[in-house]
């Protein structure tokens, strides 16, 4: 953790550059924006579920089918995409100012380092809000950080920053996406020798535990962005694709296909909240933006 000490405007700054690395331009509606930074935190996870959706109803669509070329190719291309997509969100920063990334993991190591300038005080100032102010919106501040801070609200004081605690807890959250690390690295991104390798069984089961990856992304990214960041517009990382997108398919059930994946969408978002409430802040509290 840094010793430096951040003044407001320091601190406003980087606020802005914590926000700009999930969701950059911060656009009333994705998907597909042109204004989105294609690096973001919040553009990764989402390409990331979409193409996850565009692969669930092709697989529906060839249920019971036997397999060909083209499904080969696309069941292939989903694991190799969602394996980096995985790998590249919770891959940790270099020293070296050349290699420095954009990742779910960079970006908490990044507010570990800056935590003592994580301040009651300076959220304050990042919003815009008097720290004597009693309106509804500072109370809500008030609460979300006694609860970032660890610290009881009859112990409230400027200087309270954020705990180290939490974010140590947001980082053993992401530690289920190690074994699909290595898969990635093992046998996508690079063609590793079999002395090296690790047995194909053991990616294999790794890459099944990709809905578990997906899920605890999206709960790390969303705490950190809604509750951290109060940035409201990134409550769900989901794409929400059209009915639209289907026609393509000429046969009957394409409507039947699509119902359960959105109904399958609205859990994986229901899910992102209840991650929220569990750690202790109500979900609708937290969004101020």
Request: contains cysteine; aromatic residues 8%.
């Amino acid at each position: 953790m840094t010793n430096t000490v951040f003044g407001c405007e320091q601190f406003k700054a980087k606020w802005a550059e914590w926000r700009e690395l999930v969701f950059q331009n911060e656009p009333a509606r994705l998907p597909n924006s042109s204004l989105l930074e294609p690096h973001c935190i919040y553009a990764q996870i989402w390409l990331m579920m979409a193409d996850d959706a565009a692969f669930r109803i092709a697989r529906q669509a060839y249920f019971g089918r036997p397999k060909n070329m083209l499904f080969d190719f696309i069941e292939r291309s989903y694991f190799r995409s969602q394996s980096l997509a995985i790998r590249r969100l919770t891959e940790k920063n270099s020293k070296d100012v050349n290699k420095i990334v954009i990742s779910l993991t960079g970006l908490l190591d990044d507010l570990e380092q800056h935590a003592g300038c994580f301040t009651r005080a300076n959220i304050f100032c990042a919003q815009n809000l008097a720290y004597d102010c009693q309106d509804l919106e500072a109370r809500l501040l008030h609460e979300a950080f006694d609860y970032l801070s660890r610290v009881d609200p009859s112990n409230r004081k400027q200087s309270d920053a954020l705990s180290i605690d939490i974010l140590h807890d947001l980082r053993r959250e992401l530690t289920i996406c190690e074994p699909i690390q290595k898969a990635a690295n093992k046998i996508v991104a690079h063609a590793s020798n079999p002395s090296n390798r690790g047995s194909i069984a053991e990616h294999n089961k790794a890459l099944c535990d990709i809905l578990r990856c997906q899920r605890r992304i999206c709960h790390v990214a969303s705490f950190v962005s809604v509750i951290m960041l109060r940035c409201a517009q990134c409550r769900s990382f989901l794409p929400e694709p059209d009915i639209d997108d289907l026609k393509f398919f000429k046969d009957t059930g394409t409507q039947e296909r699509w119902d359960r994946l959105a109904a399958r969408g609205r859990l994986l978002a229901e899910d992102e909240k209840a991650f929220v409430q569990i750690n202790g802040i109500k979900f609708g509290k937290a969004a101020m933006g």
